[in-house]
């Protein structure tokens, strides 16, 4: 049994204590937000860092902790950073655009506000050697203006509106997408 808090609950994982945390997470509790992003069995730490989860509020690889290691530690998921994406970084990587592919959204994100917490000021070359994901699609620009604006959020420097909370009906999605339509029922 491998017992530590997820998300601020407290969980046991019945399971080998050898499995990355990064299974247990995706497939035992359903937070997909973690992405695999060496496939379905990650590369052991070597891919793109879509895996990122904090650990005692420091972002690591969950590909790369077992159940073992993470015995008794404080695991925050992408779920978990905020209940209603209030974060600083994900209000601000909404408004910077930063948002690509979304696959590789999640590990950045926690890898930026993982970043924020031991140097709530980074510098342009802080954050570019701070957050260490790979993405093919070049985000890379707008994701420093975004952690740049998150750093001057959370030191309540400038205020952004938040990003909109989970839940969003379609209705009220096709009233700001002006692609989507949403017939009424029949
Ligand atoms: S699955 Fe790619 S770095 Fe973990
Ligand atoms: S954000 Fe996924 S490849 Fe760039």
Avoid at 29 to 58: E, R
Avoid at 80 to 97: F, I, N, T, W
Avoid at 142 to 152: M, T, Y
Wanted: hydrophobic share 45%; aromatic share 2%; glycine share 10%.
């Amino acid at each position: 049994m491998s017992r530590m808090t997820v998300n601020d609950r407290p969980v046991e994982f019945d399971l080998d204590p050898r499995m990355p945390l990064l299974y247990a997470l995706r497939e035992a509790m359903n937070l997909t937000g973690t992405k695999a992003c060496g496939g379905m069995g990650g590369d052991g730490g070597d891919c793109g860092g879509a895996c990122m989860v904090l650990v005692d509020g420091v972002a690591l690889r969950s590909c790369a902790i077992t159940l073992a290691e993470a015995e008794g530690r404080i695991i925050t998921t992408i779920e978990g950073l905020s209940a209603d994406r209030a974060h600083p970084v994900q209000q601000a990587m909404v408004a910077q655009q930063a948002i690509q592919c979304g696959f590789c959204t999640p590990g950045m994100v926690i890898s930026a506000a993982a970043l924020l917490l031991r140097n709530p000021a980074p510098t342009r070359d802080d954050i570019a050697a701070g957050i260490p994901n790979i993405c093919r699609c070049g985000v890379y620009p707008r994701l420093i203006k975004a952690v740049e604006q998150a750093s001057r959020v959370a030191r309540r420097q400038e205020r952004i509106s938040a990003a909109p909370a989970p839940g969003i009906s379609a209705e009220d999605a096709a009233k700001a997408v002006p692609a989507l339509r949403v017939p009424a029922p029949e």
